[in-house]
């Protein structure tokens, strides 16, 4: 793929970026000393995410400093300081005591963005059960399956969400002990087989002391978006807030005066890692917002809470790109000098757009809910080669491989030369298991390196390239093409908004490339577009990459963490099974 270049401009050095010089910082980076920018709990009993992340500020200088500013849908806003932080945790860590939930037992969270899920998430911690969120938009289904395989002891949720979601499923998930009710509105509830959490809450001592917790402690259970299948439950431990916080240094570029929006959902990874681990260990502020994406409120919250680093993902650019340049301009968004992006390939056109846009261009980065934390990135202090997902962490060793024809794994060291990216374990927050399944954790590793199931190439500089996951790579008339290649191609033009691309299968070709087009506003899905996006696409790509088919959609189908299920518009077009559809979102 062709590329150019984003240089630094003097808008993005507003202040002087943590990693300076790559080469540098890899040379002397060791994870011991990343270790030592924590505290440890007292005594040298141990590292537990939650110490690091409130209990040592709030005992501290930044006891009065905010820690989330959380936004309500309606309006809303509520302030926590480290030190109020620190006081609701410790009265959640002493319900989970009284319950009698003990070290290891896994205690759910089903919730939208409310301050007690985060209070939750953080109590939980503290008392060394393990977190384990759930997106508030799963129906029944989802929500049992999940429990049933982390076998949950204790699910914190809504009245309105137990009424609607669990309470039909709640008899067949034997495991669970306690269900605490969060009231709508504030009311305390009032419904069989449950208890009311504020009266817990209020009822709970504010003081709590972290018993000793092993870095290899299991601390959270995170389920995977399910693009490819079914879900899985990666297992951290207490150990990765080493890598959530470096990672949070180094790559989102945290300064202690920062306002931070991450605007993923804790119900996946990056809102846990990045929405409430991350800025904390580093001291700064965040910003929830318990409303949907909406791109003029998202314009408004970044100009009323001043917001300078902004962690986001494709789908939500994409749309906002959809909307428009000219409402972007009616807001002031001087203090944002950091945008990051995670979750699917960042096209192109969207880095260039949002540097047109906002003056700064989208930093994209590369991880997994199985490595813990981001592992590559483009950096605040480097140039940008849009398309790239950057270059490894510190500490991260990143690299090409494929598998002989005796099935052996071999590192491939020509750059421009697609492969599986594959990681050298031994990063902090690897996970450590997938729940329940060993055989599948198993698979994961060969010839000294985990394996990503992405493919991808590195350029002869150490920039990495994301071809497609292994999945939905594309074989036609003896070329393997990435999907994503394509689809950003085709957002090049004018009229696409979006578009997700798959391999059809044809006799001749073994595969032919299809496009399913979602139109921007203002534009119609005639015979002529159609046939002008099939020669534009022909143009850019050459005749074999290009799409053969192209179908006019008015949508694409995502994942609930915003990712295009290329697997279900294949399944689509084929009339075979649809598969796991648990984290499809409903459109
Ligand atoms: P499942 O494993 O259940 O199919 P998933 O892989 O989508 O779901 P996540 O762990 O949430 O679940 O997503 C990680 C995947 O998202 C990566 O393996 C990669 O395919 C994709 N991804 C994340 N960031 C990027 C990026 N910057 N560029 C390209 N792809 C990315
Ligand atoms: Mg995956």
């Not at 993005?12 to 505290?39: C, G, H, I, K, M």
């Not at 590192?411 to 599986?420: K, P």
């Not at 799409?547 to 294949?570: D, N, Q, W, Y």
């Amino acid at each position: 793929m062709a590329w150019q270049t984003i240089a630094k401009s003097e808008r993005d050095w507003a202040v002087t970026p943590n990693l300076q010089n790559y080469e540098d910082t890899r040379r002397t980076f060791s994870w011991e000393s990343a270790l030592r920018e924590l505290d440890g709990l007292p005594e040298g009993k141990g590292l537990n995410i939650a110490h690091e992340a409130v209990a040592r500020h709030a005992d501290g200088p930044l006891r009065n400093h905010l820690a989330f500013r959380w936004l309500g849908k309606n309006g809303e806003v509520e302030d926590f300081t480290y030190g109020r932080l620190h006081t609701l945790t410790n009265r959640f860590a002493n319900v989970l005591q009284n319950l009698g939930v003990g070290k290891g037992d896994r205690v759910y969270v089903l919730a939208g963005r409310i301050p007690e899920l985060y209070i939750a998430a953080l109590g939980t911690l503290k008392h060394r059960a393990v977190f384990c969120p759930l997106f508030s938009a799963f129906g029944p289904e989802p929500i049992r399956a999940r429990l049933t395989i982390g076998q949950g002891k204790v699910l914190v949720t809504t009245q309105m969400l137990y009424e609607r979601k669990v309470k039909t499923i709640r008899a067949s998930v034997a495991s669970l002990e306690h269900v605490l009710l969060i009231g709508d509105d504030h009311r305390p509830t009032n419904v069989p087989d449950t208890i009311d959490y504020r009266t817990l809450m209020e009822r709970a001592s504010d003081a709590y002391a972290i018993q000793p917790t092993d870095p290899e402690d299991v601390a959270l259970l995170h389920f995977t978006s399910g693009t490819t299948g079914t879900p899985k439950g990666a297992a951290h431990v207490h150990g990765a807030v080493v890598a959530h916080h470096i990672t949070g240094k180094l790559a989102l570029d945290f300064h202690k005066d920062d306002i931070f929006w991450c605007t993923a959902d804790p119900g996946w990874v990056t809102g846990t890692s990045y929405g409430i681990i991350a800025p904390l260990t580093n001291g700064i502020a965040s910003i929830i917002d318990e409303g949907d994406f909406d791109a003029e409120r998202w314009y408004g919250i970044l100009q009323s809470q001043k917001v300078t680093v902004w962690y986001s993902a494709p789908t939500a650019i994409r749309m906002m790109m959809k909307t428009g340049p000219e409402i972007v301009r009616k807001y002031d968004l001087r203090s944002l000098r950091f945008l990051s992006s995670v979750g699917e390939p960042l096209n192109p056109e969207a880095v260039v757009w949002s540097k047109e846009v906002f003056g700064l261009p989208f930093h994209d980065n590369w991880w997994q809910t199985e490595t813990g934390g981001i592992m590559i990135a483009n950096f605040a202090a480097t140039e940008i080669r849009p398309g790239s997902m950057g270059r490894p962490l510190p500490g991260i060793e990143a690299a090409i491989v494929r598998q002989n024809g005796s099935g052996a794994v071999e590192e491939i060291r020509d750059a421009d030369v697609q492969g599986e990216l594959a990681l050298r374990p031994g990063w902090p927050s690897m996970f450590r298991a997938y729940w329940g399944e060993p055989e599948r954790y198993k698979k994961c590793f060969a010839g000294g390196f985990y394996l990503t199931g992405d493919l991808a190439k590195r350029d002869r500089d150490g920039y990495f390239w994301f071809v497609g996951r292994k999945d939905d790579v594309i074989k036609t008339s003896g070329h393997l093409i990435g999907p994503f290649e394509v689809e950003s191609i085709l957002m090049e033009h004018k009229s696409v908004a979006e578009s997700g691309v798959i391999g059809k299968p044809d006799p001749v070709a073994l595969e032919i490339v299809k496009a399913f087009v979602v139109l921007r506003k203002g534009f119609e899905p005639t015979e002529e577009l159609r046939r002008e996006l099939l020669a534009f696409a022909r143009t850019k790509l050459g005749a074999a990459v290009a799409p053969k088919e192209i179908e006019f959609v008015a949508s694409v189908p995502r994942t609930r963490s915003g990712k295009i299920m290329r697997r279900l518009l294949k399944a689509r077009e084929l009339g075979l099974p649809e598969g796991d559809i648990s984290t499809l979102e409903a459109n």
